[in-house]
Nanobody, 117 residues
Framework: QVQFVESGGGLVQPGGSLRLSCAASGTIVSIWTMGWYRQNPGKQRALVAAITNDDATNYADSVKGRFTISRDNAKNTVYLQMNSLKPEDTAIYYC???????????WGQGTQVTVFS
């Protein structure tokens, strides 16, 4: 069974850092386009960062220069390193895995990130 499980959320003050992890089971992350999305109540889920199976990355403008997405194939895990966090980064963060050729699309359960003063 294919699963993606997030961890690493929490409370942090502005300017702080967190690293989110998305661990895969039942598959290998290297074959997926992996993304991190975030969502607040009443708002649409929005892309934060993504990495393709050939390591191309893209970022939302609001996080460029502060967040970094990476993949560790040995640990079968994708990370989102978040630095210089701002209150507006507060959201539930979701891991997404896609293989568009096959129509596969998986979501993790989400992890809460709260940036507070």
């Amino acid at each position: 069974q294919v699963q993606f499980v997030e961890s690493g959320g929490g409370l942090v003050q502005p300017g702080g850092s967190l690293r989110l992890s998305c661990a895969a089971s039942g598959t290998i992350v290297s074959i997926w386009t992996m993304g991190w999305y975030r969502q607040n109540p009443g708002k649409q889920r929005a892309l934060v960062a993504a990495i393709t199976n050939d390591d191309a990355t893209n970022y939302a403008d609001s996080v460029k220069g502060r967040f970094t997405i990476s993949r560790d194939n040995a640990k079968n895990t994708v990370y989102l390193q978040m630095n210089s966090l701002k209150p507006e980064d507060t959201a539930i963060y979701y891991c997404n895995a896609r293989r568009d050729t096959y129509g596969y699309d998986y979501w993790g359960q989400g992890t809460q990130v709260t940036v507070f003063s």
